[in-house]
C-alpha cells in the first residue's frame, strides 16, 4: 500500500527553525510531483511548497525566501526547511503526492495524502 510519513514537526520559537520530513513508499517516488500543504484551523487549506519531476520548484507569498523544498530520491524522502518561522506559520503540514497529468501537475486532486504533523510557533 501506499504510505507518506512526516516527522519533525513540532513547537519552535518565533525565528526558528524545522526541517519536515516525509517518507513515500508503495509508489514511484521520482514520477510523482510532491508537495507540502497547511492548513490551520478556520482556515483554508494552502500549498505551501511544490517541486515537480524535473526539480522546478514554487512557493506561496507567505513563505517564499524562508522555506525550502527538496527531496532525495535514493531514501525516498522530501523535505520541507522551514527557516525563520513566525506565528503565523502554525498549522498542520501535509505531504502529498501528485501524478502528473501530462507534462504538468496542478496539485489540486492529490492523489497521495501523507497524515500531516503539526508546527506550533510561539512568541
Known amino acids: 500500500s501506499v504510505q507518506l510519513v512526516e516527522s519533525g514537526g513540532g513547537s519552535v520559537q518565533a525565528g526558528g527553525s524545522l526541517r519536515l520530513s516525509c517518507t513515500a513508499s508503495g509508489i514511484t517516488f521520482n514520477r510523482y510531483c510532491m508537495a507540502w500543504f497547511r492548513q490551520a484551523p478556520g482556515k483554508e487549506r494552502e500549498l505551501v511548497a511544490r517541486r515537480d519531476t524535473k526539480g522546478n520548484t514554487g512557493y506561496s507569498d507567505s513563505v517564499k525566501g524562508r522555506f525550502t523544498i527538496s527531496k532525495d530520491n535514493a531514501k525516498t524522502t522530501l523535505y520541507l526547511q522551514m527557516d525563520s518561522l513566525k506565528p503565523e506559520d502554525t498549522a498542520m503540514y501535509y505531504c502529498?503526492?501528485?501524478?502528473?497529468?501530462?507534462?504538468?501537475?496542478?496539485?489540486?486532486?492529490?492523489?497521495?495524502w501523507g497524515q500531516g504533523t503539526q508546527v506550533t510557533v510561539s512568541s
Open positions: 502529498a503526492a501528485d501524478a502528473p497529468s501530462g507534462p504538468w501537475c496542478f496539485y489540486r486532486n492529490i492523489d497521495f
